[in-house]
């Protein structure tokens, strides 16, 4: 793991979905509160959250959501974002560890790794998992502490 949380205060672990709000307007989404959230906070991420941002703004991007010049922008921003995470760098044994996780949740790949890096993240600190993603939410309710999320709640 990289840095490290700052003050003992408690960390909010994002995963990438909730991440791309610091770098990228999401006008007229509902989770533009997201935003002022994270900037308050300390926090933490799995360094898979980086190519996997890169990946989502490249989609904006060649779907017309984002322009060339935005995109760049938004790039530079995540270079500059990494500094102040603490990163659960990955590593077999969290490979393992997500894959366990896959095996007994409906978890997409990438989620099960977000998911196993919060969970080694909380046994050595105090956090709050946050995520946009609604299967990953329900399956992190379970697991975690995790920030509520009304939109993603059950109707």
């Known amino acids: 793991m990289s840095s490290s949380?700052?003050?003992?205060?408690?960390?909010?672990?994002?995963?990438?979905?909730?991440?791309?709000?610091?770098?990228?307007?999401?006008?007229?989404?509902?989770?533009?509160?997201?935003?002022?959230?994270?900037?308050?906070?300390?926090?933490?991420?799995?360094?898979?959250?980086?190519?996997?941002?890169?990946a989502a703004l490249r989609g904006r991007r060649d779907g017309g959501h984002l322009s060339p010049r935005g995109f760049q922008k938004a790039v530079?921003?995540?270079?500059?974002?990494?500094?102040?995470?603490?990163?659960?760098?990955?590593?077999?044994?969290?490979m393992q560890a997500a894959s366990l996780l896959a095996r007994e949740y409906p978890l997409r790949g990438a989620d099960a790794v977000h998911l196993a890096a919060a969970l080694a993240l909380f046994r050595q600190v105090s956090g709050v998992f946050l995520t946009l993603d609604r299967r990953q939410y329900r399956v992190a309710k379970v697991l975690v502490p995790t920030y509520p999320v009304p939109e993603l709640e059950e109707a």
Do not use: I, M, Q
């Not at 672990?13 to 610091?22: E, G, M, N, R």
């Not at 900037?39 to 933490?44: D, G, K, T």
């Open 5 to 54: 949380p700052r003050n003992g205060a408690k960390v909010f672990f994002a995963d990438t979905s909730a991440l791309l709000y610091l770098v990228v307007d999401h006008p007229g989404e509902p989770f533009a509160w997201v935003r002022g959230l994270l900037r308050e906070a300390p926090l933490a991420a799995c360094d898979l959250f980086l190519p996997e941002a890169v």
């Open 76 to 94: 530079r921003s995540l270079e500059e974002l990494v500094p102040s995470l603490y990163l659960v760098e990955s590593s077999l044994a969290l």
